[in-house]
């Protein structure tokens, strides 16, 4: 019954790294996005894709890059990690045009220190 | 700044009692509007979903919406403790589904 998957549920790192967050679904969903949740904040989009090889910025896209290579996987790179980065990342996918055939992945706690 | 609003909560509902949450929007071009249970250190799980003014029921869940007030709304029936949770609600302008979320309704049932 796996929908959608993402690489690490935790994940802690160093202020500077590259770090790669990886979501991969099996429903052949065409678009595919990052949000970040942090407490009072709810969910902010970082990016978007809606066909491979296309990306689209969210609302808070600084610091944070993307990549749609193909159809089901879709990464986010954080080019130099820094302590504000820290929060919980969640993939989610959707199908044009029938939005209530959508699915988050279980989230990455992304500590930096 | 497009934005979503939620009462933060908690909202302490008893048990067997009806939960009522609240969620405006700002951008009038909003087409599709969502509810989301998230337990802790869980992801959000879509509850219901609704896109036309009036009401929709599924179960002990009724979404209701007015766009004219720019307003949704979701009503939990008969609510039971695993109904403890955040409440997200969330609108969308386009058919590809990218959401404004609001920061969530905590709601906690007591026996």
């Known amino acids: 019954d796996v929908k959608v998957t993402q690489s690490s549920r935790y994940l802690v790192k160093r202020t500077g790294e590259k770090v790669f967050l990886e979501c991969v679904q099996d429903m052949d969903h065409e678009n595919m996005f990052w949000y970040r949740q942090d407490p009072g904040l709810g969910l902010r989009l970082i990016y978007f894709s809606y066909d491979v090889k296309m990306k689209e910025k969210g609302d808070i896209p600084e610091g944070y890059s993307v990549s749609r290579e193909k159809k089901e996987r879709f990464s986010l790179i954080l080019e130099s990690a820094s302590t504000n980065q820290t929060s919980m990342y969640l993939c989610a996918t959707t199908r044009t045009g029938a939005l209530d055939e959508q699915y988050f992945g279980p989230g990455t706690r992304l500590t930096v220190t | 700044q497009k934005e979503v609003e939620q009462n933060s909560g908690p909202l302490s509902v008893p048990e067997g009692a009806i939960a009522s949450l609240n969620c405006t929007y700002s951008d009038r071009g909003s087409q599709s509007f969502f509810w989301y249970r998230q337990y802790s250190g869980k992801s959000p799980e879509l509850i219901m979903f609704?896109?036309?003014?009036g009401d929709k029921e599924d179960g002990r869940f009724t979404a209701q919406l007015n766009k004219a007030s720019q307003y949704v709304s979701l009503l939990i029936r008969d609510s039971q403790p695993s109904d403890s949770a955040t409440y997200l609600c969330a609108a969308s302008t386009d058919s590809w589904g990218k959401f404004q979320f609001g920061a969530g309704t905590q709601v906690v049932v007591t026996p």
């Open positions: 609704i896109y036309s003014n």
